[in-house]
């Protein structure tokens, strides 16, 4: 995607300004370019054959009917696949790869062979003239399945007479983390005078981004070049997978465009079978483009799921309310496959479960465990709103328990700033942060003085009011990431971005950089991104990675150019380079003549003349990694109002207090927490992907069944920013994409307990359904009924 900036009308465009969003004219005008708005000389359309069983063996594939019918061009199978020697997809890493147990590695297939494993798993692929006739063509697949028992619930998989998803694989155990020190948590529980304990489970969740999944394959026969067109966050990694895993040949063969991408959420992170699907589809019709588009309900059963863990945790606490330890064993299910970065999650659910806390004394455990459903992979968050969920929820039920307030026993336990850097028990060192002073301001934005008054006029409405305090800490961003800058002839800038925005902003906030670092017209500065033929190397975006790794890149990138620009500017002001500073654009030089960057850029492109000598071209590349990493942090405040006869939570108000280091854009930042903050509200009160426990079929299959949160769900949001710089990159930014999906669960259901707990409910799981809490109050009040007589 290649795009122009617009001058923001009235709006500053400095670094630290909210400057209006440069790319969402064409998106509200109905000019975004995505997947299904491409259409392609001589274009054949797909569909997919599903598994509609969670566990089978496939006999037999029978073709010929679906081969028969009108406009069918191709009708592909696993077994066409092995025929061709087209391999599967791997998982990227493991823990084994990182010094952990070794575990068992699966390679997910375009199309399954010899078993499904899962509602929704691939096994055949129909090419047709039309969409309609694909999927016409694909009722006439007749596949002859052998049902197995399945298992589909992470309590029924790790059972000893569990059926198993890979015969390799013994007690559907795949892999395994673990941090800390359990011989001196074990003693400190040993001596603890009160441990407080809970079982707790997050949610299976779909991302539902407002564009699903979509590929476009292209093979040309002369140039023996693939290209794919996908809806990915990813570029360049989808590349990789392909090119190394499924078709074996270099990367030079193959080009990976994605264009405006409608939401990712980490689950637009991996490459997926379709995309290769695709691409040997066209091959196999002699070079038609082959697209694919699913319908929302194919998208609930074969999208990458997120969370989707049990886990048993436990804190010890001195008399005060002190924390002496904390300890969790816990189970991530993984699904039937694992894909590329599913060991994320599974990782930093444990790692982050410290939290913002002296925790003296930490030991956990993450077991990943295989079942018959659809995989599950990053999703917004991937771990940290686990982690933050485990230590929030402990908190409330200890100072319950206690007989203390939630925000005095958070006080009482925060790293303190004299602290940082902090070293954790698993492995992160802290570098910034003031969790005190954000609880502090967090409770003066959500008015805690008029809570008492706010809760008798709730009791006087016969509802009941809660207050939940949600605190975090995550990391930003992974891996490392290159970011360029090239001018043209004219002396216009282009922003190559290895990252890849999906509704970021990336366009904008990178454009107010550049105009800022080198002083050339913001609405003048290109940005191109998300085409492997353009851009020479990136990782996408995903993990909160761009605003600290693009954007310090970039930095480096800019100091790059400033210095190689500097000897023809010299040059053509007559001065030596050691004379000539550089501000706001202009070189000046020593005897005071001045020259702008975009005369020295046009000068670099000079064909003949002294100045030829200097070189042809100005454009640089910088390089940045997240090693050191930076850790946003933040307080989550949200008040709740039940009504007792219905179950119905409505949220009343929601504050917060994010600590993002350095604010680039603060508008686009806010954007960023409002909607994560909707997508955590939607995890607490109302999405929950369900398989049939006894069956593994999908139940929440389509939007009628699964819960999607609205509009008149959500408050308005009152969001404020603690701007406490990151001290280890160079724009002292830290991350904000996740903020909202780590903050939220917690601090609504936190607020969901405190309204119920007079009622005598102590624990509910995500998601608090109109039904789930009735049902609750229900049963808390003939418990009470029973009691009395």
Known sequence: MTATTSSPPAAETGIGQSARRVEDKRFLTGRGRYIDDITLPRMAHAALVLSPYAHARIRSIDTAQALAAPGVLAVLTGQDARAEGLGGMPPLFMPEDMGGPKGHRTYRPLLATDRARCVGDRVAFVVAETPAQARDAAELVEVDYEPL?????????????????????????????????????????????????????????????????????????AD??????????NPHGARSMLCSHVFKVPETTMRVISPDVGGGFGMKADAYPEDGLVLWASRRCGGRPVKWIPTRSESLATDNHGRDQLVEAEMALDRAGRILGVRARSAHAFGAYVVSAAVAPLNFAIRFIPSVYDVPAFHGVNVGVFTHTSPTGPYRG?????????????????????????????????????QMPYATHTGFVYDSGDFGALLDRCLDLSDEAGLAARKADSRSRGLLRGRGIGLFIEQGGIFNDQMSLRFDPGGTVTIVAGTHSHGQGHATVFAQLVSEWLGVPFETVRYVQGDTDKVPFGRGTYAARSSMIGGCALRMAADRIIEQALPVAARMTGNEPAGMSFDRGIYTGANGKQVTLAEVARAHFIKAGPMAQLGAGLQATGTWNTDPPNFPNGCHICEVEIDPETGHVHIDRYSAVDDIGRALNPMICKGQIQGGVAQGIGQALHEHLVYDRESGQLVTGSFMDYGMPRADDLPSFDLRFAKVPCTTNPLGVKAVGEAGTIGAPPAVMNAVLDALRPLGIHHLDMPATPLKVWTAIREASDMARTHER
């Not at 023996?224 to 966050?233: A, G, I, V």
């Not at 929030?392 to 939630?406: C, H, I, T």
Request: charged residues 25%.
């Open 149 to 221: 028992d399945a298992v589909a619930s992470l309590e029924d998989a790790m059972r000893a007479d569990a059926p198993l998803v890979w015969d390799e694989a013994p007690g559907n155990r795949c892999c395994m983390v673990m941090y800390g020190d359990a011989v001196a948590t074990d003693a400190a529980f040993a001596s603890a005078p009160h441990v407080t304990r809970l079982k707790l489970q997050n949610n299976r969740l779909s991302a539902n981004s407002i564009e699903p999944r979509g590929a476009i394959g292209l093979w040309n026969e």
């Open 224 to 233: 023996e070049q693939y290209t794919l067109h996908t809806s990915s966050q």
């Open 382 to 418: 991937a771990g940290r709103p686990e982690a933050a969920y485990v230590m929030e929820r402990l908190l409330d039920q200890a100072a319950n328990e206690l007989g203390l307030e939630p925000a005095a026993i958070r006080e009482r336990n925060f790293i303190r700033p004299e």
